[in-house]
């Protein structure tokens, strides 16, 4: 916009030249002029840093906003983002420290904090970042094993941070974070590792069946204890479960003779009998109503 303004303005002014004077050597003259000057204003996003090199020799960064240079003396070489940017990488086929081949694919978020740095000391500073993350992801992969990739990825993730940011410094480049995204395992080893875990779930479970059955038996043993030091309450007990079992429907239970003569149920026996038959016969009334 402003390098049109420039010619635009060149150009009427040329042409007022050439009208008070009826020469067309001013309108041609201003016309060159401002095509040499629209080479001047430059303009840089509020994200953008200019690097600005004379004659081959760096003069300085420019930016944000309008700012001007000498047409054919002053070139700008580079244009620096100095937002953050995302950069995904991965590692195909890398052997752990176990030597289980891995695909790990990862997320890079960093930015430029020294754009002077990062268009002087490397050449494209975007792809370096890449490859180093790369070659670090691989680097971490190969001294680490499957089961700590799997389990520690946060800290596997501050060290590749650490790492990628050393190398990435001197180019004026800060890491923010890494983030690991997927590990894949081969399907040999996934098939293994899910029967391991099923294992390990099913000796749990009977561990806990056992500690149970432990608890139980405790239980019974205090139980035994209390009711060999109480005879009342054993026989009191024996009711209890006879009659639970006797009042349920269809119900039979076989009781020892000596049992009856030695806790004196006879009675009790009979009374759960007849509230059976009074039970039983009155769902049959009630099936010859309907």
Known sequence: MVALLILFGSIAAGLWAS???????????LTLVGVILMQSPKIAQQWERAIVLRLGRYIGMRGPGLFWIVPFVDTVTTWIDQRTITTSFAAEQTLTSDTVPVNVDAVL?????DAQKAALEVQDYAQAV?????????????????TDLLRGREKIEQE????????????GVTVSSVEMRDVVIPDALQDAMSREAQAAREKQARIILGQAEMEIAHSFEVAARSYRDNPTALHLRAMNMLYEGLKEKGALMLVPSSAVES????????????????????????????
């Open 19 to 29: 009208v008070i004077t009826n020469n067309p050597v001013p309108i041609v003259t």
């Open 109 to 113: 978020f960093w930015m430029v904090h």
């Open 130 to 146: 890449s490859w180093a993350a790369q070659t670090a992801l691989r680097d971490i992969i190969g001294r680490t094993d499957l």
């Open 160 to 171: 590749l941070q650490q790492l990628i940011d050393q190398r990435s410094n001197p180019w």
């Open 263 to 290: 806790m004196g149920m006879g009675g009790f026996l009979g009374a759960a009998a007849l509230r059976q038959e009074k039970l039983v016969g009155g769902e049959d009334g009630g099936k010859k109503v309907e």
